[in-house]
């Protein structure tokens, strides 16, 4: 069974940095690029970043450009997001997805529960 | 940078009907480069159907998908109380890769 859990959210100050995982298993992880989304109290979904199989390459949304980090390890399964400079327009739950291939140009076939991110003062 | 438009907002039909969303994008993409969700209260979002792939694994098929260039279509065509939700287009043509803003499905 495909699963993804995330864990890291929590509450920071603006400004301040965290870091999110997303632990996969169930599929063979190194296959399969993969995506963070996030979706801000009642509103609705915001692609963050996306990151190649194999890690070699990476995409972000303009809003996160040069303050988050899209990162993999495959020999633990894992996708993780530094994400720095929080502001408060971050707040958000945060999703991992897995693309149902090996490019980012594919839908995100499982999701995992999401990781709640609170900037706040 | 695409933007994906959804219409309308929000849409208020009975359980049997048929509903049809509209997602519409400012620059022309195959529908092989887009995809529809599904989101529940308290939920993640659910993968319905993509141009890559057709209906996801459990979908049925009252859920189908249409259209090209600028202007693609989801339609359920006989509403079931459980398909009242969220629902959201996405393009992975060209990053960033954006959904729309949503429709929601509501029971009249």
């Known amino acids: 069974e495909v699963q993804l859990v995330e864990s890291g959210g929590g509450l920071v100050q603006p400004g301040g940095s965290l870091r999110l995982s997303c632990a996969a298993s169930?599929?063979?992880?190194?296959?399969?690029?993969m995506y963070w989304v996030r979706q801000p109290p009642g509103k609705g979904l915001e692609y963050v970043s996306a990151i190649s199989y194999n890690g070699g390459s990476s995409y972000y949304a303009n809003s996160v450009k040069g303050r988050f980090t899209i990162s993999r390890d495959n020999s633990k399964n894992t996708l993780y997001l530094q994400m720095g400079s929080l502001r408060t327009e971050d707040m958000a739950v945060y999703y991992c997805?897995?693309?149902?291939?090996?490019?980012?140009?594919?839908?995100?076939?499982?999701w995992g529960q999401g990781t709640l991110v609170t900037v706040s003062s | 940078e695409i933007v994906l438009t959804q219409s309308p907002g929000t849409l208020s039909l009975s359980p049997g009907e048929r509903a049809t969303l509209s997602c519409r994008a400012t620059?022309?993409?195959?529908?092989?480069?887009l995809a529809w969700y599904q989101q529940k209260p308290g939920q993640a979002p659910r993968l319905l159907i993509s141009?890559?792939?057709g209906r996801a694994t459990g979908i049925p098929d009252r859920f189908s998908d249409s259209g090209s260039g600028t202007d693609f279509t989801l339609t359920i065509s006989r509403l079931e109380p459980e398909d009242f939700a969220v629902y959201y287009c996405q393009q992975y043509a060209s990053s960033p890769y954006s959904f729309g803003q949503g429709t929601k499905l509501e029971i009249k």
């Open positions: 169930g599929f063979n992880f190194s296959n399969y690029a």
């Open positions: 141009g890559a792939s």
């Open positions: 997805a897995r693309v149902d291939s090996g490019s980012f140009r594919g839908p995100q076939d499982f």
């Open positions: 620059q022309s993409l195959s529908n092989y480069y």
